[in-house]
Each structure stands twice: as structure tokens, then as C-alpha cells.
């Protein structure tokens, strides 16, 4: 198993809807959660970081982690085709561990 | 703070030459990643330090791979010899502690022929 898993995608979704976005890691262990968004061609940019249970919000980005289902989810609200990217999951196990990454492609 | 900086940012080399991409985190970050990222395998975790010291080196995928930490503000990941399977994005990344983002660098494209 995977240490952490996200649908490659691609998610396809419209303008000004709502994009929502998957992970699920293996190690209960991990403490801390981050999401990255990656522009073709371009590195890997922290967008958002959760460290507890529950919800943590910024701008038109919400984070949500359940740690006893061992999931982790981002949504986008408002989505801009500038939000096409993929968006790696990353899980805190002493190092960062990232999944593959989904691909989300937003139309106008 | 210019952020983390990584040269060169494309390298093109024939098998069996060395190769050493080079990286300067930001100042003041303690902890110094590199990762290699593939189509097939995504970012994997090569090797990071803290304080300059190895702590990590469990993802390097053989001894043709080196790296150093000689002080805060320089670290060098070598290949020596390098070969076609080789050829990747490779990433430095720092962080200021271990429960923290990383900020990645511009990358190193790296190509083997």
C-alpha cells in the first residue's frame, strides 16, 4: 500500500465551481498535512498546511483532515482556469511524503 | 529572500559522466531535502539534512548517488557515473523545521544521453 494515495485524475470541473480534491495516507502516526500546487514545468508551491482535526480555511481554499479515517481533502470554491495544475498531497512522517498528485483542469 | 536556489536549471550529459547540481536553501531554514521527481514515481525523497548533517539517505537509489552539506548555504548532490535512468527533475527543498512546509527550488531538469 501506498503511503500516500490520491487519484491522478485528471478532475475536470467549470468555472466558479467547486473543486474537490482527495487523499488518503496510511501512517496514523503523521501530525502534520500540506498541500502543493504544481504548474507544469514549475515546483512544487506550499497553497496550504493542517495540522489538527476539522477544517482550516484561506481565501477560496479550505483544507479538511480527518485523522481517524486517515484522509485529507482540499476544496477550491470559485475554481479559475489559472487553478489548472496538479496539487500533491503531502503527509509528515519525520519527512514529507507526497502522493502522485491529480491533475485538475478547470474550463471556462 | 530569493528562496531556495538550485543550479544549473537544465543539464544535458552523456552516460557515464558526473554530474553535480547544486543548492542554496534559505537562510535560517535548518533542514535541507532533495527529491527527484518522475512521470512514473512522482517526488521521492532522496536524501535531507539538518544542520548540515545527513540524517536521512534511505532514498537514494545507489552509491552512484553523493551528497553534501559542507555549511548552511551550499549542499551538492552528485552523480557519478550517470546514466539514461537517471534523467529526472531533481528538486532542492528547505524548511525551518521539521513539522513545517517545504520551499522547493526551480528544479535541475536533468538529462541523460
Known amino acids: 500500500q501506498k503511503e500516500v494515495e490520491q487519484n491522478s485524475g485528471p478532475l475536470s470541473v467549470p468555472e466558479g465551481a467547486i473543486a474537490s480534491l482527495n487523499c488518503t495516507y496510511s501512517d496514523r502516526v503523521s501530525q502534520s498535512f500540506f498541500w502543493y500546487r504544481q504548474y507544469s514545468g514549475k515546483s512544487p508551491e506550499l497553497i496550504m498546511s493542517i495540522y489538527s482535526n476539522g477544517d482550516k480555511e484561506d481565501g477560496r481554499f479550505t483544507a479538511q483532515l480527518n485523522k481517524a479515517s486517515q484522509y485529507v481533502s482540499l476544496l477550491i470554491r470559485d475554481s479559475q482556469p489559472s487553478d489548472s495544475a496538479t496539487y500533491l498531497c503531502?503527509?509528515?512522517?519525520?519527512?514529507?511524503?507526497f502522493g502522485t498528485g491529480t491533475r485538475l483542469q478547470v474550463f471556462p | 529572500d530569493a528562496g531556495v536556489i538550485q543550479s544549473p536549471r537544465h543539464e544535458v550529459t552523456e552516460m557515464g559522466q558526473e554530474v553535480t547540481l547544486r543548492c542554496k536553501p534559505i537562510s535560517g531554514h535548518d533542514y535541507l531535502f532533495w527529491y527527484r521527481q518522475t512521470m512514473m514515481r512522482g517526488l521521492e525523497l532522496l536524501i535531507y539534512?539538518?544542520?548540515?548533517?545527513?540524517?536521512?539517505d534511505s532514498g537514494m537509489p545507489e552509491d552512484r548517488f553523493s551528497a553534501k552539506m559542507p555549511n548552511a548555504s551550499f549542499s551538492t548532490l552528485k552523480i557519478q557515473p550517470s546514466e539514461p535512468r537517471d534523467s529526472a527533475v531533481y528538486f532542492c527543498?528547505?524548511?525551518?523545521?521539521?513539522?513545517?512546509?517545504?520551499?522547493f527550488g526551480s528544479g535541475t531538469r536533468l538529462t541523460v544521453v
Open positions: 539534512f539538518n544542520n548540515n548533517v545527513p540524517i536521512d
Open positions: 503531502a503527509v509528515n512522517v519525520d519527512k514529507l511524503i
Open positions: 527543498a528547505s524548511s525551518p523545521g521539521q513539522t513545517y512546509g517545504y520551499t
